[in-house]
């Protein structure tokens, strides 16, 4: 839901075939335009089809990243950050190209579960 007010100050734009990432372009008062994403990767397996999956929510990710404005994503990535596991491994070789990093070292729990 998005009140009344809001309506002239961001554009719908695309999501993903498989429904798991959607974004929409934000006009601040400042006249900014920034990119919201929200993602929500498919959980890990070890088979073709999560590779697949992540593989297109990934390329929806770059295709949103390359307007070049500034962006924030949020949502589920459903991994652990570590490069032991394929999912991590794969965002963040794709994300680091836009300079974008997982925050988890701001985490001031134990209790990494938000």
């Known amino acids: 839901m998005i009140r009344?007010?809001?309506?002239?100050?961001?554009?719908?734009?695309n999501k993903t075939a498989i429904?798991?990432?959607?974004?929409?372009i934000l006009s601040l008062?400042?006249?900014?335009?920034?990119?919201?994403?929200?993602?929500?990767?498919?959980?890990?397996?070890?088979?073709?089809?999560?590779?697949?999956?992540?593989?297109e929510c990934l390329s929806y990710l770059e295709d949103v990243l390359s307007n070049g404005k500034p962006s924030v994503i949020i949502g589920d990535m459903n991994f652990p950050c570590d490069f032991n596991n394929e999912g991590f491994s794969q965002c963040h070789n794709v994300?680091?190209?836009?300079?974008?990093?997982?925050?988890?070292?701001?985490?001031?729990?134990?209790?990494?579960i938000t």
Do not use: H, M, W
């Open 19 to 24: 429904g798991k990432c959607l974004s929409i």
């Open 95 to 112: 994300l680091s190209c836009y300079r974008v990093f997982q925050c988890d070292e701001f985490i001031n729990s134990e209790n990494c």
């Open 29 to 55: 008062d400042t006249g900014l335009d920034v990119n919201i994403v929200t993602v929500y990767f498919p959980c890990y397996r070890s088979s073709f089809s999560y590779s697949n999956d992540l593989a």
């Open 4 to 13: 009344k007010s809001f309506f002239s100050r961001y554009k719908i734009g």
